[in-house]
């Protein structure tokens, strides 16, 4: 053949291939959702099949086109770098409370990182093109009603998950609460994100955020100690608070239930320690304005302090109920049991409400300054009962 031809031809299959070869290089695989929603913050999640450098773009809310002019980018940073990397969690600071914005992701992929030198490959993003953006709503303590869903114990039924959460509405639905035992174990990435994220975000939680409480059975596994990456929160633990409209959150983690030197969990626990850690936390956060001026105070946590004689929920109950007991607490939320109980309060042991939810059923709260109310669910969408408060 033609020299003159041969190279164009060459040149021609070498640039499809290679175009070929970028597209595949980096690829959005899950999310994004948003963790860590406060009043003037945001966290943006996501995960790309290689490495990238990665960013958020955001507008405010609007009908003018997210091309209509530059955004502001955010990006991930640890001690002044950028961070490469397949998970991006992506920190938006500065917002005004009770506000609506507009976002995109971006992961650039970083084919090659050879001391200052950092080859580039090609970008993948969100589409703004020919879908709206996604958007988020940061949290307002001066809002006048909440509306929001908990589910738990859905340990990989995904099926139920979009049954229970089938309704989840942006604008509608404040926030989601998963409280905990989502899955059996935590083995790895892929395991939490198709036994239940990746549901979760197709559903909501691009938009609408997500707070976890995290089970006994997410404490399991050798990806216990990696998944709160995946869940940033505004404490940098797995317990924190966070309050929206008339309603303070306390997110408490009630560890194991049984002791930490049980065999089940092969010398790795140590959950009293971690308890205690929790409950210092707790004597001083009920101390502070957020929490004494909320109308409602809402505690979650997995393991009920009631109705087991084992040791988690024994020590959940001696460290737990006496700092919350006199707080004005509106109720506790809870799951582990599969089953519903509802406990009336029991003088000398807990001053509020233990409200037990089953693994098949969630609990819609609805509340304004006047009434705090529970719709329990079932997976047609039944409401089973309601409690006023
Ligand atoms: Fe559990």
């Keep these: 053949m033609n020299r003159a031809i041969t190279f164009p031809l060459l040149s021609f299959f070498l640039s499809i291939f290679s175009l070929a070869g970028y597209a595949q290089e980096v690829n959005i695989t899950h999310g994004p959702y948003i963790q860590a929603l406060g009043e003037n913050e945001a966290t943006i999640v996501w ?25 502001p980018k955010y990006y991930q940073t640890s001690n002044g770098n950028r961070v490469v990397g397949t998970l991006h969690k992506i ?34 993003s969100s589409n703004v093109y020919s879908k709206k953006p996604l958007r988020f709503s940061t949290l307002d303590k001066d809002k006048k009603t909440i509306s929001f869903l908990m589910l738990n114990d859905i340990h990989s039924r995904v099926d139920d998950l979009k049954n229970l959460s089938g309704k989840v509405e942006y ?16 083995n790895d990435e892929t395991q939490f994100f ?47 608070s966070f309050r929206q409209g008339p309603v303070y959150f306390i997110v408490l983690d009630g560890g194991e239930d049984k002791p930490d030197s049980d065999i089940e969990y092969s010398g790795l626990a140590q959950f009293d320690a971690y308890r205690s850690e929790q409950q210092q936390w707790l004597k001083e956060l009920i101390k502070t304005e957020d929490f004494k ?27 737990f109920l006496p700092v919350l007991n006199g707080q004005g607490v509106t ?28 693994h098949n059923t969630s ?11 529970i719709l329990r669910k079932s997976t047609d969408g039944e409401t089973l009962e309601k409690l006023t408060f």
């Design 47 to 71: 995960t790309t099949d290689s490495n990238a450098v990665s960013w958020v773009e955001v507008a405010p809310a609007g009908d003018d086109s997210f091309y209509a002019s530059e955004r």
């Design 363 to 373: 609990l819609e709260v609805n509340a304004d300054l006047n009434s705090f109310s």
């Design 91 to 124: 920190k938006i600071a500065g917002l005004k409370k009770g506000t609506e914005y507009r976002y995109r992701i971006f992961s650039k992929a970083v084919r090659s990182y050879e001391g200052h030198r950092v080859l580039y490959g090609n970008i993948a």
């Design 194 to 240: 198709s036994g239940f994220m990746d549901d979760a975000v197709t559903m909501f939680a691009g938009e609408v955020p997500m707070y976890y409480c995290r089970g006994n059975h997410e404490t399991r596994g050798k990806f216990s100690v990696n998944f709160p990456e995946y869940f940033p929160t505004n404490t940098g633990k797995l317990y924190y």
């Design 331 to 358: 109720a506790m939320l809870c799951g582990h049991l599969h089953s519903y109980e509802y406990l009336k309060p029991e003088p000398g042991l807990y001053d509020f409400p233990i409200i037990i939810n089953a």
């Design 171 to 186: 604008g509608k639905t404040d926030l989601v609460i998963f409280n905990g035992d989502m899955v059996s174990s935590m």
């Design 293 to 319: 001026t909320a109308k409602y105070k809402v505690v979650l946590i997995h393991i009920p302090p009631a109705g087991s004689t084992w040791h988690g929920p024994n020590d959940i109950r001696n460290k």
